[in-house]
């Protein structure tokens, strides 16, 4: 079982940049490749950010790319999601999770990863 722990996250104003980190522990961490998600109040779940196992290949939500940049070290079982230019509507709960099978990676769904953080706030204050 592969616990995932997001840390990072907060408030912030707009424009301001956040970066936020999630840490795998119980599994092995470069066997999985790695997406971020986002919750915003009232609404469901969305894709922003996914990365490869080995770290070439990444995939963005359209709306994120040039301001997003997701990232991992393998040697510290982390992920990164690095979030310049902030804009209110960036406020959500973001959570991490981690997909054993990448052939879909690009797609985003939500369906294909097999394990999940707890979520972080980031609220991006006007």
């Known amino acids: 079982q592969v616990l995932l722990v997001e840390s990072g996250g907060g408030l912030v104003q707009a424009g301001d940049s956040l970066t936020l980190s999630c840490r795998a522990s119980g599994g092995a961490f470069a066997a999985y490749a790695a997406g971020w998600f986002r919750q915003p109040p009232g609404k469901e779940r969305d894709f922003v950010a996914a990365i490869k196992k080995n770290g070439m290949n990444k995939y963005y939500v359209h709306g994120t790319r040039g301001r997003f940049a997701i990232s991992r070290d393998n040697a510290k079982n982390e992920v990164y999601l690095q979030m310049n230019n902030l804009k209110p509507e960036d406020t959500a709960t973001y959570y991490c999770?981690?997909?054993?099978?990448?052939?879909?990676?690009?797609?985003?769904?939500?369906?294909?990863?097999?394990?999940w953080g707890q979520g972080i706030q980031v609220t991006v204050s006007s």
């Open positions: 999770a981690l997909a054993a099978d990448e052939s879909k990676l690009g797609f985003g769904l939500d369906s294909d990863y097999d394990y």
